[in-house]
């Protein structure tokens, strides 16, 4: 249980173009996934916090037009990037929160990798 | 604010001996600590978590942490290491007031043969 995808798992653009990217959580309902972002040999930076049926919270420095996040169901979210640049190109991960309380745990999917040439 | 330190960037152990990956915190209120394990261009996977009560917790694949309040310390533990344990390990943790993740910069153990 607890399984987490997205979709697609590399995806190669030009410049200028955009990039949706969707997470899923397979086997139960998330009412708050999160987008995180790795670059080579460091750690994951929480972009933004994606809320079921509300605006996502987009973390200091996070262009909220530029990463636009839609949470439109319990198991869906989705991450577009608009007008994709080279310095965009990293490693995306979503993760979805399963339990509630003292359960809380998130469970990650396996990350979907950009290069914007 | 809170965070989340992995003093050591990379372990070395040989196959069969003990690994310890070290993790320090500091974070107003009381913490939930969580280790995840990251493969080669994979995400993450759940290893285990601390949230209260006893506080050495075991969790998956044989590996274990365990809570040290006074010290501030969640160190994973696995008492005989394998080579398929080679991998990036992440040390996060979220409070009551901040459910998001805070990670740890992240220790890449190595397990020789």
């Known amino acids: 249980g607890a399984v987490v995808s997205q979709h697609p798992s590399w995806v190669i653009c030009k410049s200028g173009t955009s990039v949706k990217i969707e997470c899923r959580s397979l086997?139960?309902?998330?009412?708050?996934m999160f987008w995180y972002r790795q670059f080579p040999k460091q750690s994951l930076m929480l972009m933004a916090t994606?809320?079921?049926?509300?605006?996502?919270?987009?973390e200091q420095g996070v262009e909220k037009d530029k990463f636009l996040i839609n949470h439109a169901s319990l198991t869906l979210s989705t991450l577009t990037v608009t007008s994709a640049h080279p310095e965009d190109s990293s490693f995306y991960i979503c993760?979805?929160?399963?339990?509630?309380?003292?359960?809380?745990?998130?469970?990650f999917g396996p990350g979907t990798r950009l290069l914007v040439l | 604010a809170q965070s989340v330190a992995q003093p050591e960037d990379q372990v070395n152990v040989a196959e069969g001996n003990p690994l310890t990956v070290k993790c320090t915190y500091s974070?107003?209120?009381?913490?939930?600590l969580f280790w995840y394990v990251q493969y080669p261009n994979r995400g993450l996977q759940f290893l285990l978590k601390?949230?209260?009560?006893?506080?050495l917790v075991k969790g998956s694949y044989g590996f274990e942490a365990e809570f040290n309040k006074s010290q501030t310390s969640f160190h994973l533990k696995k008492p005989s290491a394998l080579v398929s344990d080679s991998a990036l390990y992440f040390c996060?943790?979220?409070?009551?007031?901040?459910?998001?993740?805070?990670f740890g910069s992240g220790t890449r153990l190595q397990v020789q043969p």
């Open positions: 993760s979805a929160q399963a339990g509630s309380g003292r359960q809380e745990t998130q469970y």
């Open positions: 086997d139960f309902q998330a009412t708050t």
């Open positions: 994606s809320n079921e049926g509300s605006k996502a919270t987009y």
């Open positions: 974070v107003s209120g009381n913490p939930y």
């Open positions: 601390y949230i209260t009560g006893d506080n």
């Open positions: 996060a943790l979220h409070t009551t007031g901040r459910r998001a993740l805070t």
